[in-house]
């Protein structure tokens, strides 16, 4: 019994790493033809000299989420350790300034950890925090400079509050925090 149990979570875990680490190389778009680089090929669509841009959520169940993304691909696992420092910041900077001009003070960042990403392309989930999500998971930060990597492959999520950013850390599925 105890056996069976460990052979299902081992072939749950091969499952996922084979989804996450993503074997995708921009240089061979044969490569990226599969459902989890969807992404991936929105990326080499933008313009080489940019590195970074938004994208409507095109499930049609997520009809107000919008989407920040590296023109690089810093695929599969960890991708927020393959940026630089300056580049993080930079992202989180243009994903803020997004999300308030979307829903003011009522925005709403999400970023899935590597367990439950169903796309290889790093991508940033902008929205509106829904109520009632508040959890006592989070440090405060002073800004976009400031948001850690987590160091586990769990994802984070970010809204405001009062003049500080709360980053809520230690989940993988976290997008479900933004109204969709
Ligand atoms: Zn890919
Ligand atoms: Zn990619
Ligand atoms: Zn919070």
Redo the contacts with the bound molecule.
């Keep these: 019994m105890r056996l069976t149990v460990l052979l299902l979570v081992l072939s749950a875990c091969s499952a996922y790493a084979d989804m996450s680490a993503?074997a995708?190389d921009p240089a061979r778009p044969e490569t990226?033809t599969v459902r989890?680089?969807s992404l991936?090929r929105e990326a080499e669509k933008q313009p080489p000299d940019i590195d970074f841009f938004f994208l409507k959520d095109n499930n049609p169940r997520k009809p107000n989420r919008w989407l920040l993304l590296p023109r690089a691909?810093h695929?599969g696992v960890g991708g927020l350790a393959q940026m630089s420092r300056a580049q993080r910041t930079k992202m989180w900077r243009l994903a803020i300034e997004r999300a308030r001009q979307l829903w003011g003070d009522g925005w709403g960042l999400a970023y899935n950890g590597d367990k439950v990403r169903t796309q290889?392309?790093f991508h940033v989930h902008i929205g509106k925090l829904l109520a009632g999500v508040e959890t006592d998971r989070f440090i405060v930060v002073s800004g976009p400079e400031h948001i850690p990597v987590p160091k586990d492959g769990t994802g984070l999520w970010i809204h405001p509050a009062g003049d500080k950013l709360h980053v809520h850390l230690g989940e993988q599925t976290t997008e479900t925090v933004l109204f969709r």
């Design positions: 993503c995708c990226m989890p680089c991936c691909h695929d290889c392309h």
